[in-house]
């Protein structure tokens, strides 16, 4: 049967980058158009669309509760999947990365396959399309391919040792071409990132960020997550410098600058670099991060299990910083659904419109990646169009009610993107 448009009537649909409408509906390219089925043809009120679109012939479908576009996990590391309730946290950061750490003779998390799989299967179920994945092993690429995610693989590089980090830096397209001697994914983009600012020498974080900025590329850089982070490069002290002569017997020369002043210096507040965390960030620092257009990645729950603190979010609105939103790994959170991370926002944050909240799942994690045919349902958008039954008909805000009954099963109606249109 052809089908050259369908329209789906919901009680409310959440287009992601603008607030909700209540009885609206979405016009998308029906089957008949092959690869661009789901493309977004026209959304608004429902009164609007099927007078302007449903001509006889047209498939109307009537959705019982919410339409919305699937969602951007813009943080993860699927090769921890394994260590799922394996960490404590509530000790800091040094304290849950050394209990991490002190596991991996017994247990090698990017080796169990099956953990990863699982976790990617988590992540379709939450009605998830895009990924920024962080990765020291490459170990999840292979089952982001095979499940069709689009996003940005961010393979990870650390060490304070200039000769040794700078040869891994120099061997990195060998490494990625053993593994992987055809690049499976045309969806997934490649990009080699700094892990901190204390892990990684200085001349590798300006060569990973310049070839970031040369190649029209993102990359990604944990920054100001925990306070030991800020003593370290601003003061050579505190439990980061001790931790690492203890655990990796490196002594780096600390920088004994203000931690923003050092991350200017080496280029990391850039257009290219997604900052992540940011949870020690003040004000003046974030009006910094704005200015330079550095997209912003917040990890609330992590936070909270690993520091029992959340970043500042009004301080970050009030800066005009536009966040995305990642789960972390399942070593320091408890899934990796990233309306999650909104509740949690929503949570601590009542002022902050729901909205809102689903815009950083969504649009925000797709402009922070790169890939705008994604995260919104907006003309010309193929974002994956998804729907969770309910009875939302008398709710007043359909995004409310969403992060509200995060258990209801979400389910595709509508096919996303294929082709990569990733940009800087
Ligand atoms: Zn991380």
Not at 168 to 182: D, F, I, M, N
Not at 238 to 247: M, Q, S
Request: proline residues 6%.
């Amino acid at each position: 049967m052809t089908v050259r448009v369908r329209i789906f009537h919901a009680d409310h649909v959440l287009p992601g980058d603008t607030p909700p409408i209540a009885d609206g509906a979405v016009v998308v390219a029906g089957r008949d158009h092959g690869d661009s089925e789901g493309t977004v043809v026209d959304v608004g009120s429902a009164s609007d669309m099927l007078a302007k679109h449903g001509s006889s012939g047209v498939e109307v479908q009537r959705i019982r509760g919410l339409v919305f576009p699937g969602l951007v996990n813009a943080h993860t590391h699927l090769e921890l999947s394994a260590m799922r309730g394996k960490v404590p946290g509530g000790r800091g950061f040094v304290g849950w990365v050394d209990s991490l750490v002190t596991q991996r003779p017994e247990v090698a998390p990017e080796e169990d396959g099956a953990a990863i799989d699982a976790a990617v299967d988590e992540l379709v179920r939450a009605g998830t399309m895009a990924v920024g994945e962080v990765t020291n092993s490459l170990a999840a690429v292979g089952a982001l391919a095979r499940r069709g995610f689009a996003g940005c693989i961010f393979h990870e590089v650390f060490g304070q040792d200039r000769a040794l980090v700078m040869r891994r830096v120099s061997g990195l397209p060998a490494e990625v071409a053993a593994r992987w001697p055809s690049w499976p994914s045309r969806d997934l983009a490649y990009a080699p990132a700094p892990h901190t600012l204390y892990t990684t020498h200085p001349d590798a974080v300006r060569a990973l960020v310049g070839r970031a900025r040369e190649t029209s590329c993102r990359t990604s850089l944990h920054l100001a997550e925990h306070v030991g982070e800020r003593r370290a490069i601003e003061h050579g002290d505190g439990p980061v410098p001790a931790w690492l002569l203890a655990r990796a017997r490196q002594s780096p020369v600390w920088p004994m600058r203000p931690l923003f002043d050092y991350a200017t210096s080496l280029g990391v507040l850039s257009s290219h670099v997604l900052l992540v965390h940011l949870v020690e960030a003040r004000a003046d620092e974030l009006a910094r991060v704005a200015e330079s257009g550095a997209s912003v990645v917040l990890c609330p729950r992590s936070n909270l299990h690993i520091e029992m603190k959340l970043p500042p979010l009004l301080a970050m609105r009030a800066a005009g910083i536009e966040p995305a939103l990642g789960t972390d790994s399942l070593a320091s959170n408890a899934s990796l659904d990233v309306l999650g991370e909104a509740k949690a926002l929503g949570d601590r944050f009542p002022s902050v419109p729901a909205w809102e909240l689903l815009k950083m799942a969504t649009w925000n994690g797709a402009r922070a990646l790169g890939i705008r045919s994604l995260g919104r349902i907006a003309k010309g958008a193929r974002p994956g169009v998804f729907a969770v039954d309910g009875d939302a008909s008398a709710a007043a805000d359909g995004a409310s009610f969403l992060l509200a009954n995060a258990l209801l099963a979400r389910r595709m109606i509508a096919p996303g993107r294929s082709g990569t249109d990733v940009t800087p």
